[in-house]
């Protein structure tokens, strides 16, 4: 697998010598920190393993990591809280991200998925555009392996709910955890598993007060 990259190639070509790629990761889980990452390459940069970084593995992911922040001209990355989430929604929190890394660098931006209309500089959001722009799977693994690790530090603080190994996202295992041992300061509240363990602990609370 390897991206075909023909959108940097066509914007090399036109002369640009600066393209971001930009993606992210943990739009899905229900706690834990987004991350969005951007990555900006020589001209004419070729990696035959840089890819979509949901479909390699972990430990191709993280050699990749260091190959990527070796070779990159720039790079970037943002963390953003579960609380700025709930604050913005995960949509404008992902967007807001990338429009931050966007007007950090470069003459050209390339997003997965992402339209960015406030950011002056030429952007094209490219659907699964981790597999067809070196710049984009860069940024998604970069993405990826940041927040993974997180995860894992998450994992040690709470043993009990699993983090290592769903990463926050809301498998069976994950709920039931939850369910047991509670809501902790790093989920999204505005998550409808979450919002609804909160309302059930407020039914509690006020049932128990009587009112």
Known sequence: MQTANEY???WWKQGKQQIVGIDEAGRGPIAGPLVVAGVCF???YHHEEIYDSKKISE???KE???IILQDALWYKILIISPEEIDALNIYR???KAMETIAS???DSVLTDAMPLPN???EVLSLIKGDQKSVSIAAASILAKVTRDCIMKGYDR???AYGFAKHKGYPTKGHLEALHRHGVLSIYRKSYAPVAQMNQLSLDLVMEGMDI
Do not use: H, M, N
């Open 64 to 66: 990749l990591f260091r």
């Open 119 to 121: 950011v002056e500089k």
């Open 157 to 159: 603080l709470y043993p």
């Open 59 to 61: 430990k191709k992911r």
């Open 104 to 106: 950090s660098y470069g």
């Open 8 to 10: 940097e190639i066509a």
């Open 42 to 44: 020589p001209v004419d």
């Open 93 to 95: 929190a992902t967007q």
